[in-house]
């Protein structure tokens, strides 16, 4: 059975694992755990009403309770406000998907908590605690996709939501920002294939059939290259998967990637190579 020692940054356990593992509960965001003598502590991107926040390497971690104001003395919030004095090891895990926690590592509190203004899960303005917290080595590092497909899932909820509900939303946020350091796969692309690519367009989008729309600063026509079927798919970077896009229409196929859309290219790229 794994140790809580046995853990590494970017492992992830399910909401059983988190129980076998430290033996806390199956809920909540600050879960206290007798058995280990920890506190393990969820920011979740997946169904929370609290404004958990990066700044560099320091999480501003908004404390327990969905409504009314909170306090220093209320159960999870005084075990993490007291954590450096109280012999409780605090571990740090995000939550961008159901029933899939990402553990960050151990943190600490780098600052004493402080009072903030946050709505609570009836859209009431309320007070909150914030506690700054740091991971006591390394740095936070998060799945590129996990963030977007998070971001997208964001803006999809924002989309249904009423012009009068999102200025009140809008009006209650806070005005920092949030910060990410973000891992992803890099693909390494052979410069003679986006070249011959460049070429075969000669100046023309190979979708919308349109003259580029500005030159760069050589002078050359600007258009971007696109894989077809995406290296992050199985595609490859071959001359046969390869085209040149205006941006608006690159941006169009990673929008929309339309079936109707890669048959054109795909037509396109058969002509020119014969």
């Known amino acids: ?39 393990v502590i969820i920011s979740s991107h997946v169904k929370s009403i609290y404004d958990d926040r990066w700044d560099g390497d320091i999480l501003f971690y ?12 209320f159960l999870q919030n005084k075990t993490l406000a007291e954590s450096d004095t109280n012999g409780v090891d605090v571990y740090l895990f995000e939550n961008f998907k159901v029933n899939e926690y990402t553990y960050l590592g151990p943190v600490a509190l780098v600052a004493q908590p402080f009072e903030e203004q946050q709505p609570d899960d009836s859209g009431n303005l309320r007070k909150v605690y914030i506690f700054p917290l740091k991971l006591k080595q390394g740095q936070r590092i998060i799945s590129q996709q996990d963030l977007q497909d998070w971001n997208e899932k964001k803006i999809k909820q924002a989309k249904r939501l ?9 009006s209650k946020s806070t005005a920092k920002v949030s910060q990410y350091r973000t891992s992803v796969v890099q693909f390494v692309r052979d410069q003679y294939v ?5 070429q075969l367009a000669n100046g023309v989008c190979q979708l919308c059939d349109q003259i580029a729309p500005f030159a760069d600063k050589s002078g050359s026509p600007y258009l971007e290259t696109h894989h077809v079927i995406w290296l992050a798919r199985g595609g490859e970077d071959t001359i046969e998967n ?12 990673h929008v929309l990637d339309l079936e109707e859309d890669k048959a054109k290219l795909i037509t396109k790229i058969t002509s020119f190579i014969k």
């Open 62 to 73: 908004t404390g327990m309770g969905q409504r009314g104001d909170q306090g220093l003395s």
């Open 194 to 198: 986006v070249e011959y690519a460049k």
């Open 162 to 170: 009423s012009h009068a509900e999102l200025k009140l939303r809008a």
């Open 242 to 253: 390869t085209v040149a896009l205006c941006p608006n229409c690159h941006k169009r196929m």
């Open 1 to 39: 059975m794994k140790m809580i020692n046995d853990l590494m940054p970017g492992d992830i356990l399910s909401n059983q694992d988190l129980g076998d593992l430290f033996g806390c509960g199956n809920s909540g965001g600050m879960r206290r755990a007798n058995r280990t003598n920890s506190l």
